[in-house]
């Protein structure tokens, strides 16, 4: 049974970092393209960044660049997202999923994506 898991949200104040993990298990991470989203709420999901099983490039959403960064360690089948100068509007749940249908990544598009985890809160505010 394939299944990922989120951790690392938190509250915290706005110029913070957080580090988000996306732990998978039941296939082999290698094989495939991982990536992030977020929900805030009232709004649809937002695909926020991914990483590529093919070559290991990757992809920021706009409102990201310059400050998140997301890496992957296959040996440990985590995937991982470093968030850095935390704005208020950042806050949202925060979901990782395999590309089902690409080794590359070229943008978060949702519905390339299953295997949800249940997300991991992130909340900055002052």
């Known amino acids: 049974q394939v299944q990922f898991v989120e951790s690392g949200g938190g509250l915290v104040q706005p110029g913070s970092s957080l580090r988000l993990s996306c732990t998978a298990s039941?296939?082999?991470?290698?094989?495939?393209?991982i990536g992030w989203f977020r929900q805030a709420p009232g709004k649809e999901r937002e695909g926020v960044s991914c990483v590529s099983a093919a070559d290991h490039s990757t992809y920021y959403g706009n409102s990201v660049k310059g400050r998140f960064y997301i890496s992957r360690d296959n040996a440990e089948s985590t995937v991982y997202l470093q968030m850095n100068s935390l704005k208020p509007e950042d806050t949202a749940v925060y979901f990782c999923?395999?590309?089902?249908?690409?080794?590359?990544?070229?943008?978060?598009?949702?519905?390339?994506?299953?295997?949800w985890g249940q997300g991991t809160q992130v909340t900055v505010a002052s």
């Open positions: 039941g296939l082999t991470l290698d094989d495939y393209t």
């Open positions: 999923a395999a590309n089902l249908m690409s080794r590359l990544c070229t943008g978060a598009r949702e519905y390339e994506y299953d295997y």
